[in-house]
């Protein structure tokens, strides 16, 4: 086997049973390569170089001519293939981690939100919560958060605090319930961060439970709770 090699050129040709083969090395603006070999007729050896890169390998017979490969080389006899291998940037990276939350789960009597995807808790949040915190929501003003499960219906404009995403608390089951009993069954329930022009610490805000049945988190905790949740994800809450 022969190889020619010209310096200025990024082809280079081998003559492998009675085949002129030539190989073109395409490098990528992300510095990939990949080498695409074709079968090519005697009139195309002198073509014009498409890349001022000199390979510095060699061609390797044994590399390259398999079965399959052959079949590559029959079916791009008369044109040449390219393809561009990029990395993916940095905001493709950050979009791919977003919205991956399956479950929200609150555990009232530790405090505790877990964020789920699948059966895998990818973040856990410390969270303050009503006055009366112990016991399913029944009606206005009872300082509760409610129990069972509900949904994350969309996030409130307006809002006394931060950044407050609505649970759609009361379900017709609540809402029979308080019927039934001649209560109103309250609602407004949020998950939420701290309240507007609260000046003292966030640490020292979620040491104790402070709200009148909603779930709070810090600010901090509820920018990348919004980056990781999408409206509509289903939320689970138990004592």
Not at 31 to 39: P, S
Not at 154 to 176: A, G, K, L
Request: aromatic share 8%; glycine share 6%.
């Amino acid at each position: 086997m022969q190889v020619a090699c010209a310096e200025t050129s990024p082809t280079f040709e081998a003559s492998i049973d009675g085949k002129t083969l030539i190989v073109e090395k395409i490098i990528s603006d992300a510095t990939a390569i990949e080498t695409i070999v074709f079968e090519s007729a005697p009139s195309l050896s002198n073509r014009a170089p498409t890349s001022s890169v000199t390979p510095t390998s060699i061609f390797n017979k044994n590399d390259v001519i398999e079965s399959d490969v052959r079949e590559h080389i029959a079916l791009g006899s008369q044109k040449t293939s390219h393809r561009i291998l990029t990395p993916p940037d940095a905001d493709s990276i950050k979009a791919s981690s977003r919205h991956v939350v399956t479950l929200v789960r609150v555990d009232k009597s530790k405090r505790r939100m877990y964020l789920l995807k699948g059966e895998e808790v990818i973040q856990e949040y410390r969270i303050a919560l009503g006055k009366q915190p112990k016991g399913h929501k029944r009606f206005e003003g009872d300082n509760r958060t409610p129990e069972g499960e509900y949904q994350l219906d969309y996030v409130m404009e307006e809002s006394n605090f931060y950044r407050s995403v609505h649970i759609n608390y009361p379900q017709p089951s609540d809402m029979q319930w308080a019927e039934q009993n001649g209560v109103d069954p309250g609602g407004n329930i949020k998950i939420h961060g701290i309240k507007n022009g609260e000046r003292r610490s966030p640490n020292f805000i979620q040491s104790f439970d402070w709200t009148d049945g909603c779930i709070a988190l810090t600010n901090q905790d509820m920018d990348e709770f919004l980056k990781l949740v999408k409206m509509g994800t289903p939320i689970h809450i138990e004592w």
